[in-house]
């Protein structure tokens, strides 16, 4: 059967020893990438990983090759049913005065019954290796705050992400925008904030910068659980506090929250 891969390239304006810090080491890895994270390096180490933080088991990564500052090949979590792993390689090199980073992350099937893993992962990490860019470049070595949450939503996963996002939404942003595009955000509050598009996909993913969190992001995406949607939610900052984040984020995770309930979107608790 035909073996899929997931291959991505982009260049940091840092040098590969930071960027190889930021991906490997576990207090880094947190301040861009899964809220909860520990790492043994070395072969026959691993990094652990986990986006939820109640889950009593995060996927553990174990590295296979390990060649720092450079070379990176590592396990990923179980395929779909646990039939066998999706490695991921990573590959550093100093070009143009930063760093030339290439990702491949292999494994996947082509039968339809992975599509929905395929397209997942490498809108995942479309996203994730832009967050890394941004958090090297402008915030390395500075603890981020993260408040986020996952809403199962009933029906159609499509109608719940036109409630949120959109012109009409709770986060209210024209189609169509470019990534580096500049613009005013409407927020569920009825505030705004200017903003800068980091990465978006139609329907499926929502990421900016934005002037009301410090240069902190917004990231909403609709994921599926188990066949279930969810949106989900993050707001980050390296800028403010804890206490100062949650004060500004939590009625904009309570206005959604009531957008979905008013549409009768939300499954009943």
Same mark, same amino acid.
């Given at each position: 059967?035909?073996?899929?891969?997931?291959?991505?390239? *982009?260049?940091?304006?840092?040098?590969?020893?930071?960027?190889?810090?930021?991906?490997?080491?576990?207090?880094?890895?947190?301040?861009? &990438?899964?809220?909860?994270?520990?790492?043994?390096?070395?072969?026959?180490?691993?990094?652990?990983?986990?986006?939820?933080?109640?889950?009593?088991?995060?996927?553990?990564?174990?590295?296979?090759?390990? @060649?720092?500052?450079?070379? *990176?090949?590592?396990?990923?979590?179980?395929?779909?049913?646990?039939?066998?792993?999706?490695?991921?390689?990573?590959?550093? +090199? /100093?070009?143009?005065?930063?760093?030339?980073?290439?990702?491949?992350?292999?494994?996947?099937?082509?039968?339809?019954?992975?599509?929905?893993?395929?397209?997942?992962?490498?809108?995942?990490?479309?996203?994730?290796?832009?967050?890394? /860019?941004?958090?090297?470049?402008?915030? &390395?070595?500075?603890?981020?705050?993260?408040?986020?949450?996952?809403?199962?939503?009933?029906?159609?996963?499509?109608?719940?992400?036109?409630?949120?996002?959109?012109?009409?939404? +709770?986060?209210?942003?024209?189609?169509?925008?470019?990534?580096?595009?500049?613009?005013?955000?409407?927020?569920?509050?009825?505030?705004?904030?200017?903003?800068?598009?980091?990465?978006?996909? /139609?329907?499926?993913?929502?990421?900016?910068?934005?002037?009301?969190?410090?240069?902190?992001?917004?990231?909403?995406?609709?994921? *599926?659980?188990?066949?279930?949607?969810?949106?989900?939610?993050?707001?980050?900052?390296?800028?403010?506090?804890?206490?100062?984040? /949650?004060?500004?984020?939590?009625?904009? &995770?309570?206005?959604?929250?009531? @957008?979905?309930?008013?549409?009768?979107?939300? *499954?009943?608790?």
């Amino acid at each position: 059967m035909t073996i899929r891969s997931i291959e991505k390239e *982009l260049w940091i304006d840092a040098a590969p020893e930071d960027v190889w810090r930021a991906f490997t080491d576990a207090q880094e890895i947190v301040n861009w &990438f899964a809220p909860r994270a520990e790492s043994q390096p070395g072969v026959g180490g691993y990094i652990e990983l986990a986006w939820d933080l109640k889950a009593v088991q995060p996927s553990r990564c174990h590295i296979l090759e390990w @060649r720092p500052h450079a070379h *990176l090949l590592m396990t990923w979590r179980d395929a779909p049913g646990g039939e066998h792993e999706l490695p991921v390689e990573l590959t550093l +090199a /100093k070009q143009d005065g930063g760093t030339l980073l290439r990702l491949v992350h292999s494994g996947f099937l082509s039968d339809a019954s992975w599509d929905e893993e395929y397209e997942s992962h490498g809108r995942g990490w479309s996203y994730e290796l832009r967050s890394l /860019k941004y958090y090297v470049e402008h915030h &390395f070595g500075r603890a981020r705050q993260l408040v986020m949450e996952r809403l199962p939503v009933s029906g159609d996963g499509k109608a719940a992400w036109q409630a949120i996002v959109g012109p009409s939404g +709770a986060f209210r942003v024209l189609d169509g925008l470019a990534e580096g595009a500049e613009f005013v955000l409407g927020l569920p509050t009825g505030e705004t904030t200017s903003a800068e598009l980091m990465f978006a996909v /139609k329907d499926r993913d929502f990421v900016a910068t934005v002037s009301m969190l410090q240069g902190g992001l917004f990231r909403l995406a609709l994921e *599926l659980i188990s066949g279930v949607p969810e949106v989900w939610i993050w707001a980050f900052s390296w800028q403010l506090s804890d206490a100062e984040l /949650k004060t500004l984020t939590l009625p904009i &995770f309570e206005a959604i929250r009531e @957008r979905l309930s008013a549409g009768s979107l939300s *499954l009943p608790k």
